[in-house]
């Protein structure tokens, strides 16, 4: 696969299509199974709230999955990323309702680098907070 976004097609500050992706309590129970994290924190509302959290929250690396997710949609192909990083800022809290909770991403292109390179730039909010702090993504363009 090769990216269907071609380099030449984007000039920095290109805005991808924003995307809400939604997190309910069996999100984080399938998360957890899948990779081996079953920390309380996101599951158990009692323990949470023990630790002093506000409820339950989402897994980290789910958190950072889903905001990478915008982005290897918009390339075509996940083999496109080249780097990607976060710092996480606040978490997701996860209240067991129908509702659950919705994880908010835009992105631009913030560098048009070498060799057929960008450094996108992400912004992730849930229920209004930022969640990840410099989410940057280097990715090959076609």
């Given at each position: 696969?090769?990216?269907?976004?071609?380099?030449?097609?984007?000039?920095?500050?290109?805005?991808?299509?924003?995307?809400t992706?939604?997190?309910?309590?069996?999100?984080?129970?399938?998360?957890?199974?899948?990779?081996?994290?079953?920390?309380?924190?996101?599951?158990?509302?009692?323990?949470?709230?023990?630790?002093?959290?506000?409820?339950?929250?989402?897994?980290?690396?789910?958190?950072?999955?889903?905001?990478?997710?915008?982005?290897?949609?918009?390339?075509?192909?996940?083999?496109?990323?080249?780097?990607?990083?976060v710092?996480?800022?606040?978490?997701?809290?996860?209240p067991?309702?129908?509702?659950?909770?919705?994880?908010e991403?835009?992105?631009?292109?913030?560098?048009?680098?070498?060799?057929?390179?960008?450094?996108?730039?992400?912004?992730?909010?849930?229920?209004?907070?930022?969640?990840?702090?410099?989410?940057?993504?280097?990715?090959?363009?076609?």
């Amino acid at each position: 696969m090769t990216a269907k976004i071609g380099y030449d097609d984007v000039e920095v500050g290109t805005e991808l299509p924003t995307r809400t992706f939604p997190v309910t309590r069996a999100t984080l129970v399938r998360y957890a199974g899948a990779s081996g994290d079953f920390n309380p924190i996101h599951w158990n509302e009692k323990f949470a709230k023990e630790v002093g959290l506000p409820d339950v929250i989402a897994h980290g690396m789910f958190t950072m999955a889903e905001a990478i997710r915008m982005v290897t949609d918009w390339l075509g192909d996940p083999g496109a990323v080249l780097e990607y990083g976060v710092r996480f800022t606040k978490p997701v809290v996860v209240p067991n309702d129908d509702q659950g909770a919705l994880i908010e991403v835009s992105a631009k292109v913030a560098a048009k680098l070498d060799d057929n390179t960008v450094r996108v730039d992400l912004t992730a909010t849930s229920a209004g907070q930022k969640v990840l702090g410099m989410s940057r993504a280097v990715v090959r363009l076609a």
